[in-house]
């Protein structure tokens, strides 16, 4: 396809151009593909929102290369120093206390007193911000409340010439967006990924609260409907049935059309890796209703869980 384009020296530097003027770009990063624009361009923030038919008040996370631009965008604080050291660059995401001076599109935060931030640990998303002058404002490169793209022919899907320009950097390795932890007061899990409550406790030797409710949309993921295929979510499902897809998990399911395995040998990583890919396949395949079986909640199954109770809501 002519708008996506390989991993190359010569594209990288074609995405910079873009990136400075203010245009958008689909690229890869571990977690899923995003939507990219210069985080300090309200120009480019509302490209980015248009794109995506995304509501004004859902933040955007930013992506930085290092500490260097953070340090005057936003507040460090000793816990998430710590957090930094272990866990980035990776597929964890900080809500900070944004600097009044900050030169982040109060758009791209939604004008809160806060940012999300990250820095992403896919090689080929690392060369770009580390040639770039500004932080990347990235949410992931479907239209709102949709699936999350995991290749660059889902984004393809998603957009098809509206958008010009997609970076292709194969499979994404993680498959699920990355964990946020707000660590403003009370350290909490605003929404589950990679990286769990559990080994981020282990690093601040402090309570991790999980809470996706708030009356402030601070961070993505937040909303109560997401990462929909479109098509009514039964979970749980104790009982398969013939006319619905049905989406299963471990050894002992048989092979039928209408049986989908995020991992027949019982991978929560390679279910995450999965979910997206499936929930897209099943869609295209034409069935009007899918059944999911009970998942364990263990690990990166806490997230996988979370997604789809977002995508049946």
């Known amino acids: 396809m002519k708008n996506i384009y390989k991993n190359s020296s010569l594209n990288l530097a074609r995405a910079k151009k873009i990136l400075v003027k203010n245009n958008i770009i689909g690229l890869p990063t571990e977690t899923v593909y995003g939507l990219a624009g210069n985080a300090y361009s309200n120009n480019a923030v509302k490209k980015i929102y248009k794109l995506k038919k995304r509501p004004r008040i859902n933040p955007l996370i930013i992506h930085y290369y290092n500490l260097r631009l953070l340090k005057k965008d936003a507040f460090l604080s000793e816990k998430f120093l710590k957090l930094y050291k272990k866990f980035s660059p990776g597929p964890l995401t900080y809500i900070l206390k944004k600097r009044e001076n900050s030169k982040i599109s109060s758009l791209a935060n939604a004008n809160l007193k806060t940012i999300a931030v990250r820095f992403p640990q896919n090689r080929i998303i690392r060369?770009?911000?580390?040639?770039?002058?500004?932080?990347?404002?990235?949410?992931?490169?479907?239209?709102?409340?949709?699936?999350?793209?995991?290749?660059?022919?889902?984004?393809?899907?998603?957009?098809?010439?509206?958008?010009?320009?997609?970076?292709?950097?194969?499979?994404?390795?993680?498959?699920?967006?990355?964990?946020?932890?707000?660590?403003?007061?009370?350290?909490?899990?605003?929404?589950?990924?990679?990286?769990?409550?559990?080994?981020?406790?282990?690093?601040?030797?402090?309570?991790?609260?999980?809470?996706?409710?708030?009356?402030?949309?601070?961070?993505?993921?937040?909303?109560?409907?997401?990462?929909?295929?479109?098509?009514?979510?039964?979970?749980?499902?104790?009982?398969?049935?013939?006319?619905?897809?049905?989406?299963?998990?471990?050894?002992?399911?048989?092979?039928?059309?209408?049986?989908?395995?995020?991992?027949?040998?019982?991978?929560?990583?390679?279910?995450?890796?999965?979910?997206?890919?499936?929930?897209?396949?099943?869609?295209?395949?034409?069935f009007k209703k899918i059944k999911v079986v009970k998942i364990p909640k263990s690990r990166i199954g806490i997230a996988i869980n979370d997604r789809l109770k977002k995508a049946a809501n």
Not at 133 to 139: H, R, S, T
Not at 203 to 214: D, G, Q
Not at 243 to 263: D, E, H, M, P, W
């Open 127 to 286: 060369k770009l911000l580390c040639n770039l002058k500004f932080p990347l404002a990235i949410p992931s490169a479907n239209l709102s409340s949709a699936v999350s793209p995991v290749c660059s022919n889902d984004v393809l899907d998603e957009f098809g010439k509206k958008l010009s320009f997609i970076l292709d950097g194969g499979k994404c390795k993680i498959g699920l967006e990355s964990t946020v932890v707000n660590l403003n007061k009370k350290i909490q899990i605003l929404r589950p990924g990679a990286i769990s409550a559990k080994e981020i406790n282990k690093i601040l030797r402090e309570k991790v609260y999980f809470s996706n409710k708030s009356n402030k949309v601070i961070s993505p993921g937040m909303t109560k409907k997401h990462y929909s295929p479109g098509i009514p979510i039964e979970l749980n499902s104790k009982k398969m049935d013939d006319k619905a897809a049905c989406i299963v998990f471990g050894k002992r399911y048989n092979t039928q059309k209408n049986i989908f395995n995020l991992s027949k040998k019982g991978s929560l990583e390679e279910a995450a890796r999965n979910l997206y890919k499936t929930l897209r396949k099943i869609k295209k395949k034409g």
